[in-house]
Each structure stands twice: as structure tokens, then as C-alpha cells.
């Protein structure tokens, strides 16, 4: 039961001369077509660009926290900043992060199919993507909205002329993108996979993203309902929301969060897939406990529907309803605890190499360690009423959300950049850019805690001068992280045409996608694949001929 | 470093002075609250050098040059049952802890003085029973149990003092109620931290904890010279509310005196408790809970009386015990629409 792989020379590899990027050429071949790798990179360019536009919200954010007076800018322009800074980075960076652009190129190519279930539909996620960024960009530019992310009335209703209903069906839109592609994945996976893929047999990649699009699927209509009340109360007033009408402000808190509770499963769910491909690839091992992994997703995203009054805890709901809600998000928890162990179990007697999405996959675990952990003091009742609404929570969350899931997002982008590109990325300075990342954040968000404790409230402008100095460190953090941000984005883009020629199986990982030559043909398979063998069996892998690797040209 | 740059320098020199990593404990559940967080931390030290120890010292002892080649396992249910039930264990452990705290923080004592908060954009404007009224401030004395009664008139607003480690949510429509016992004489900083709009980071003030007997001489020094009841008295006749709730025989309204803290049919079959909100329902919205015996023919006071006129309404009909003074009143005075004339000037006024 053992194995030896070795890296394949890749002085000798040559691009193949035809694949899915030169197949067609044109605008219009890539804003009209329906195969999922190509829109997977139209979704990442998209993406990138609005990373970017919340990146610099946030970088004017911690300036501004630099001192404790408003002396950068006004209150106002402080509140619109961190407000679209959350609606950026939340809807239309993290939610469609990894599963729209990673998942939507590897998918199919996992399963064994040609293409997605619904090309067409898939394309047209992609377009309301777009339409609701150039909502929420209209929003910005006609002057920006202050309502926060959370939209919480009867502030957002009635006591704010900024574009709100310009924002919100922004969001809106955008989430019919996020469904669409939970749609289109379900289908997939269920119809899809190729003869004697099985569901065991699957990536772990796959389950999670299923899991992930469950939740996309049953959420995302929850917020849209959401939305649109608030969009009726502020121009008919229907008085839903609204406490003289006889309606119930908290209501809209139950509705929010009964999408945006998942969501954060939606958002990390993807990444989890991505950690458990990188560590087995890195350790040429398969991942330990393989159906505890994926059966740990799928109780996550159940679990994840009955835990969203846990944002509510101080906010005047039955102390009885509070016990329930907090029992069940310890038990959330425990999920995720058996994922860490089992992914650092597979480091055990592994052959383990450092490669840069190993070194994100490393960060990923220790950071969404303490995301998680410190996610246990926020569910446990009586630690969240001192806890919640300070910055010990925007810790907690940017733990979870930048430590967690931006870096499981690099991971993955630069493990499968040769699939997608055919080109490697340079290694050494893609190492200094995972590390630079590291410690930036940590320098960013560890002192957060501390203030946190302290009782620094959250989307305060100005704040006490005895919190300056973590604040200092926070501000000078975020400049770290900066940076290790803006490196990959400059070398990945040097390295579409000077990075070295991949082949097809770089890191002799075991995954089907693998298998196929880099970049892929526009079919991915020239004829159906056939699985008589597990996900992760590096032995299948050590005695698969060479000659079978499939090269056109 | 001073000779490099004195600002730098300075800075550093006042950052260790005043470095703190917990805020100070000034109330009776703090020491509470820091014992959880203290057993939070420590489990997620272990749970951190756990995950450190397992991906460094595996990373360390089965790297590529060390080990060539990897040996396939599938998995362990002892491991995996291991690893589900300890954590597990650990934060049934957390919940219960942090549960008991939570009901401790927010189930007030019996004989827990009271004080009225009302959040609006943005100032927290707080009204004790002897009539005093403070603006972003809060004057309690030690080692006595106080609990707020808050609302809001307009966004939500939280109501969050560091210090004691509590926090409640201040709601439109709706009273919360949070409690404390200070114990250490001081000033400590109030927050509203629940974003509220433009000033939402200006929504601040003083928590002032006095020794009971600075406490006697503050209140002496700072009364308006009428109580919270007062007021609410001369609302009630300013808004002629006597002319039915005057406990006569034949009157149109139900008797008010005594009846807070009773138990009360409605028309509808239910019954239901006369406490704070329910006073202030019946009077913003008469028509949610009628009472069994009378029409409902009382009007609406929805957007004529302010949260403060409320709370007033309400601590009058608390301490209403007989009817004598309402009848004198309703008998004599004849203010037909005079509401301006007899508003009353302090606090408790009446939206024009």
C-alpha cells in the first residue's frame, strides 16, 4: 500500500495546440458562450475586479481608523465606505469566489461531463453577476449607500435618502446569479457524473460544492424576499417592518439572517472542497476519514439553517429561543472541527512537499482555526451579549471570511492556474506572496480581538483614543496584506505568457481533471471517461500508462 | 528609539502605560463574564497548539526527503469518533456555561431600582423615577441592583457599557430590559453599538458609578423638581384621559388605579399581564388588546405623545392606587383642546 510519485519533467511539456482558449477567437466567442471554462474565466476576471474595488474600501477604512478623530473623511462617507465595502466583498467576491469560477471550471471535469447541465442559464448567471455589480457600482457612483450590509430596519427604510433601492436590487439580482449556479451544479452532479462515478467515488471538492449550492438554492429567495419588502416599505410603505404601522423591525433580522447565516456555509463550504484537494495532492495520500469529510459537509449546510438567531442574541428574542439557537450552533461547530483533524490526519505518513497552495492550504487551517474557535464564544450566550456589535466580531468574521476562505481562494487559484492557463505561476515569489498574506492578516485582525474585548464598538468613525495603538497595528497590518494581495494579481498575469508550459498533470494529483491535458479541450473528454477507481488512489495513478494522458496534436 | 523619533517614542511610552488587554470589571457579573472568556481562551490554546503540533510536527516528520513514499490510509471511526466527541463535549461545556450567564445578565432581580433609557439619532437620553434626566450619561451607585427599561423612537440603538459587560438592544416599538450591580466607583464608557446612521460613532457617553452617598447627594443636586409620575400626571389630564379612565361606575374606560401588575381579561377570551408594554400598547394601539366589558372606542395616541410622554403615562398608572385625585381633576379642570396651555414644561412633552 504504498506509492512513489514524482513530479513529471517539465522541460520537455509543450502546450497542446488546440484547447478551450483558442478554440474560437473574439469578443463575441467569450461574451456568447455557453462552455463553463470559459465563463468560469469571465467570472474570474469579474470577480478580481470587484476584490479590488472592495480592497480599496477597505484600505481607505483603516486609514481612516489610523486616529481616533473623523479627520480623513466625514462620518457619512465613513459609513457608505464600510457599507459598500461589506456589499462588495460579500456579494460579489466571496459568495460566487470559488464556486463560480473554480467550480464552475472544474465541475464538469470532475463529474466526467462535457459541460455543466445548463450552459445557457450558466452564461446567464454570469450576466445578472454583472448587472447587479453595475447596480451596486450605480449605487456607489450616484453617491453610495449607509445602511450597513444588513440593510437593518426601519434605518434602512425610513430614516435614509441614500440609494438603497438601488443597492438592494443590486443584491437581488445578483443573488438570481448565485442560485442559478447552485441550480445548475445540483443537476450536474446529480444527472451528470460519468459511468461508475459514483458518489463516493466523487472529490471531496464536489461534495462540498454541493453542499454549497443546497443552501444557494433554499437561501438565496429568502434574502430576495427580504429585499423586496424593505424596496416596498420604502416607497409604498407597506408597513411590514415598521413598529407605527403595527409591523415588526426584528422580523426583517429573522429574514436577513436566515439567508445570511448560510451564507457564510456558502461562502466557506467551496474553500473546504479546495483544502481537501491541495492536501492530498501535497501529501500524495488520500484524504483521511474520506466520508467524514463529505458527510461533515452535508451536515453543515444542514445545521446551517437553524442557527441564524445566534446574530440576534441581544436583540430582545425569547431568552428560551436564544438556548435553542445556541445549542444547535455549538453543534454547527463540531463539523468543522472534524474537518481540521482530518485533513491534518492526512499529513500523517504522507510524502509532503511545500508548493505555494500547500503553503495557503497551511494558512487556511490555522486561520479558520481561529475563526472557528473564537466563533464559539460568539454562540455560547452569555459571552455574546459582551462580544457581539464590537470588534472582536469583525475579527471573528474576517477570520473566518479573509482567513478562511480568501486564502483557501489563492490556494486554489494557484493550484489549478496550470489547468486553466496550461503555464505555472512562479513559484518563489508566489511563496513570499502566501507569506506576506499571512502575516499581514495576523497584523491586520489579531489585534481586533483585543479592542474587541476592550469594547470597541463596530462601524464607529471615531473611537476612544485608548484604542489607538491596535488600531495603528491594524492599519499597518492591512498595508502588509495589501501587498500580498497585489502580488499574486501582477505575477499570475506575467505568467499567462512567461510562466513555464504546465503539462497536463503538474503535481500527479489523482483528480480526473488531471488527466486531461492543459489547458482543456472545449469537450474537456474526447470520449467519456470511464471510473473504475477512487478519488484520491495514487496506486491507479503510479500504474496508469503514460501514453494515456490525452494530447491532442 | 527616543533619539530616532520623540513622537514615535512618546507614543510607544504611553501605549504601555496604558496597555490593557481587558476592560476594567466595574460591575457585579463582570468577574462572570471574564471567568468564561478566560476558560474560552484557554480551550482555544489548546485546540491551536493542537492543530499547530499535528500540521507542523507531521509536516516536519513526513516531508519528501524524509519520506519518499507515502502509505495509503483510509481513515479511523475510533480517530474520527474521538475527534467528534471531545470537541463536542468542550462546547456543550461553553453552552451551558455561557447560557447560565446569559439568563443571569438578563433576568433582573425583584428589588432592582429602575431607570428609564429612550436611544434616539443620537443621544441616549436617561430618566430616573425622582425626575431626573440625563443626556449620554448614566449616574448608578454601587452595590445596588439597577435595571434599564429602554426603547427606542426611531432605528435600533444597543446599549452597551464595556465596563459591566452587558449590552441590550434598544428597539423601536418594544421595551427591553438589561441589569447590573456596580461595584467599583468610576467613570466608564457607554456606547450605542448598533449602527444607526450618520453620528452613530458620536452616540456615546459616561457611565458615572457613585458610592451610594455621592449617589443621595447627586440626586438631591440634580432633580427638575418633578418626578417621572408627575409629569405623567399632568399628561393624563392635559390629554384628557380622566374623562373615561376615572374609575367611576358608569365610565367608558377601565379603572387604572391599582391595576399595574394585574391580571386583566380582554374581549377576546385571552388575559394578559398590565406591565410597561402593556400600557403602551393600549395607548399607541387600543384596539390590540380590548378590554372584556368595554366597546373599542378608544382613540389612537400613535405619534402624539413621545417615548419619554410614555414612560411617564406609564409610572403614573404605576403608582396610581386610588382615583380621588383623577376625579378632583377631571371635575374641575375643563381643558377643552388646551393641551399646549397645560403641557408641562420639564420633560414629558407633548409633540406639537
Redesign the interface.
Known amino acids: 500500500?504504498?506509492?512513489?510519485?514524482s513530479l513529471p519533467d517539465q522541460s520537455t511539456a509543450t502546450m497542446p495546440k488546440r484547447s478551450y482558449l483558442n478554440a474560437e477567437y473574439g469578443l463575441k466567442s467569450w461574451l456568447l458562450t455557453g462552455d463553463h471554462k470559459r465563463i468560469a474565466i469571465l467570472y474570474l476576471i469579474s470577480i478580481t475586479f470587484f476584490f479590488f474595488i472592495g480592497g480599496a474600501m477597505a484600505g481607505l477604512i483603516r486609514l481612516e481608523l489610523l486616529t481616533p478623530q473623523?479627520d480623513l473623511m466625514a462620518?457619512?462617507t465613513y459609513?457608505k465606505l464600510f457599507t459598500m465595502h461589506g456589499i462588495v466583498m460579500i456579494f460579489l467576491f466571496l459568495v460566487p469566489s470559488v464556486p463560480a469560477t473554480i467550480g464552475n471550471f472544474l465541475i464538469p471535469i470532475m463529474v466526467g461531463a462535457k459541460d455543466l447541465a445548463f450552459p445557457k442559464i450558466n452564461l446567464l448567471s454570469w450576466y445578472l453577476y454583472l448587472a447587479g455589480g453595475i447596480f451596486t457600482l450605480a449605487a456607489l457612483i450616484s453617491g453610495g449607500v449607509?445602511t450597513?450590509w444588513t440593510f437593518?430596519t426601519?434605518?434602512s427604510t425610513?430614516?435614509?435618502n441614500t440609494h438603497v433601492i438601488t443597492a438592494g436590487l443590486g443584491i437581488f439580482v445578483a443573488g438570481f446569479s448565485s442560485i442559478f449556479t447552485g441550480l445548475n451544479f445540483i443537476v450536474t452532479i446529480h444527472r451528470m457524473r460519468a459511468p461508475g462515478m459514483t458518489w463516493f467515488r466523487l472529490p471531496l471538492f464536489v461534495w462540498s460544492h454541493y453542499a454549497a449550492s443546497v443552501l444557494m438554492v433554499l437561501g438565496t429567495p429568502v434574502l430576495a424576499i427580504a429585499l423586496v419588502l424593505v424596496i416596498l416599505e420604502r416607497t409604498i410603505g407597506i408597513g411590514v417592518f415598521d413598529?407605527?404601522k403595527?409591523g415588526d423591525?426584528?422580523l426583517f433580522q429573522h429574514l436577513f439572517w436566515f439567508y445570511s447565516h448560510p451564507a457564510v456555509y456558502i461562502m466557506i463550504l467551496p474553500g473546504m472542497g479546495v483544502i481537501s484537494e491541495v492536501i492530498s495532492t501535497f501529501?500524495?495520500?488520500?484524504v483521511?476519514?474520506?466520508?467524514?469529510v463529505a458527510f461533515s459537509s452535508v451536515a453543515i449546510a444542514v445545521f446551517g439553517f437553524f442557527v441564524w438567531e445566534h446574530h440576534m442574541?441581544?436583540?430582545?428574542v425569547s431568552?428560551y429561543s436564544?438556548?435553542v439557537f445556541?445549542?444547535l450552533t455549538?453543534?454547527v461547530?463540531?463539523p468543522s472541527?472534524?474537518k481540521?483533524?482530518?485533513w491534518?490526519?492526512t499529513?500523517?505518513?504522507?510524502?509532503?512537499?511545500?508548493e505555494t497552495p500547500m503553503l495557503y492550504a497551511?494558512g487556511f487551517?490555522?486561520l479558520f482555526?481561529?475563526g472557528g474557535?473564537?466563533g464559539?464564544?460568539l454562540?455560547?450566550?452569555?459571552?455574546?451579549?459582551?462580544l457581539?456589535?464590537?470588534y472582536f466580531i469583525v475579527a471573528h468574521f474576517h477570520f473566518v471570511m479573509v482567513g478562511g476562505m480568501l486564502m483557501a481562494f489563492l490556494s486554489g487559484v494557484h493550484f489549478w492556474w496550470p489547468k486553466m492557463t496550461g503555464r505555472m505561476y512562479p513559484e518563489g515569489l508566489s511563496k513570499l506572496a502566501a507569506l506576506t498574506t499571512f502575516i499581514g492578516f495576523n497584523l491586520t485582525f489579531f489585534p481586533q480581538f483585543?479592542v474587541g474585548?476592550?469594547?470597541m464598538?463596530?462601524?464607529?468613525?471615531?473611537?476612544?483614543p485608548?484604542f489607538q495603538?491596535l488600531n495603528v497595528l491594524s492599519t499597518a497590518g492591512a498595508t502588509v496584506l495589501g501587498v500580498g494581495y497585489l502580488l499574486p494579481m501582477l505575477y499570475l498575469t506575467w505568467s499567462l505568457k512567461y510562466g513555464k508550459i504546465a503539462g497536463p498533470n503538474p503535481w500527479q494529483a489523482t483528480g480526473l481533471e488531471w488527466q486531461i491535458q492543459s489547458p482543456p479541450l472545449t469537450e474537456n473528454f474526447i470520449e467519456t471517461p470511464v471510473i473504475d477507481y477512487e478519488a484520491y488512489d495514487?496506486?491507479w495513478l503510479a500504474n496508469k500508462t503514460k501514453n494515456e494522458v490525452q494530447t491532442v496534436g | 528609539m527616543h533619539l530616532i523619533s520623540p513622537v514615535l517614542w512618546q507614543?510607544l511610552v504611553n501605549?504601555l502605560e496604558?496597555?490593557?488587554?481587558?476592560?476594567p470589571e466595574a460591575s457585579g457579573i463582570a468577574p462572570?463574564?471574564d471567568a468564561?472568556?478566560f476558560f474560552?481562551i484557554l480551550?482555544?490554546l489548546v485546540?491551536?497548539v493542537l492543530?499547530?503540533a499535528?500540521?507542523g510536527g507531521?509536516?516536519i516528520l513526513?516531508?519528501?526527503e524524509k519520506?519518499?513514499?507515502?502509505?495509503?490510509?483510509?481513515?479511523?471511526t475510533l480517530?474520527?469518533a474521538t475527534?467528534?466527541i471531545i470537541?463536542?463535549a468542550l462546547?456543550?461545556v461553553?453552552?451551558v456555561?455561557?447560557?447560565?450567564?446569559?439568563?443571569?445578565?438578563?433576568?433582573p432581580p425583584a428589588n432592582a431600582m429602575n431607570i428609564y433609557v429612550v436611544g434616539k439619532?443620537w443621544m441616549w437620553k436617561a430618566e430616573h423615577p425622582g425626575g431626573q434626566h440625563e443626556i449620554n450619561a448614566l449616574h448608578v451607585p454601587t452595590g445596588q441592583p439597577v435595571r434599564l427599561t429602554m426603547i427606542s423612537q426611531?432605528?435600533?440603538h444597543?446599549y452597551?457599557i464595556?465596563?459591566f459587560?452587558?449590552?441590550?438592544?434598544v428597539?423601536?416599538?418594544?421595551y427591553?430590559t438589561v441589569w447590573f450591580t456596580p461595584t467599583k466607583p468610576g467613570t466608564y464608557?457607554l456606547?450605542?453599538?448598533?449602527?444607526?446612521?450618520?453620528?452613530?460613532?458620536?452616540m456615546?457617553g459616561e457611565v458615572t458609578v457613585l458610592t451610594p452617598d455621592d449617589y443621595q447627594k447627586w440626586t438631591a443636586g440634580s432633580t427638575s423638581g418633578m418626578s417621572l409620575a408627575q409629569n405623567g400626571e399632568r399628561l393624563f389630564a392635559s390629554l384628557g384621559c380622566a374623562s373615561c379612565h376615572n374609575g367611576a361606575a358608569d365610565a367608558r374606560g377601565p379603572n387604572l388605579a391599582a391595576s399595574y401588575a394585574g391580571r386583566v381579561q380582554l374581549s377576546n377570551g385571552s388575559s394578559a399581564t398590565v406591565d410597561d408594554a402593556f400600557l403602551r400598547d393600549a395607548i399607541l394601539?387600543p384596539t390590540m388588546h380590548t378590554m372584556a366589558g368595554y366597546a373599542p372606542i378608544m382613540p389612537t395616541y400613535?405619534?402624539q405623545i413621545s417615548e419619554e410622554g410614555l414612560i411617564d403615562l406609564v409610572e403614573y398608572i404605576k403608582q396610581l392606587n386610588t382615583n380621588y385625585r383623577v376625579q378632583q381633576t377631571a371635575n374641575t379642570t375643563q381643558v377643552p383642546s388646551g393641551v399646549q396651555q397645560t403641557a408641562p414644561a420639564a420633560s414629558g412633552m407633548v409633540k406639537p
Open positions: 500500500m504504498s506509492t512513489i510519485v473623523t462620518a457619512d459609513n449607509d450597513g437593518t426601519p434605518l425610513h430614516y435614509l413598529p407605527a403595527g423591525p426584528l501529501s500524495r495520500k488520500r483521511f476519514g474520506y466520508t467524514a442574541f441581544i436583540m430582545g431568552n436564544a438556548l445556541s445549542l455549538m453543534l461547530a463540531v472541527a472534524i481540521i483533524f482530518n491534518a490526519a499529513l500523517y505518513k504522507g510524502s509532503i512537499t511545500f497551511f487551517m490555522g482555526t481561529i474557535l473564537t464559539v464564544f454562540g455560547s450566550l452569555g459571552m455574546d451579549i459582551h457581539t456589535e464590537t483585543i474585548y476592550l469594547g464598538p463596530r462601524r464607529y468613525a471615531a473611537y476612544p485608548e495603538v495514487y496506486e | 507614543f501605549w496604558h496597555f490593557a488587554l481587558f476592560p462572570y463574564a468564561l472568556y474560552l480551550i482555544s485546540g491551536m492543530v499547530v499535528l500540521v507531521l509536516s513526513y516531508r519528501q519520506n519518499p513514499v507515502a502509505t495509503q490510509i483510509e481513515g479511523s480517530l474520527e475527534w467528534t470537541p463536542l462546547f456543550m461553553t453552552f456555561w455561557g447560557a447560565l450567564l446569559y439568563f443571569r445578565i438578563y433576568d439619532q426611531d432605528v435600533f444597543s452597551s464595556p465596563a459587560r452587558v449590552k441590550r438592544e428597539i423601536p416599538g418594544r427591553t464608557h456606547f450605542c453599538t448598533q449602527y444607526c446612521g450618520t453620528l452613530h460613532s458620536q456615546i394601539n400613535q405619534g
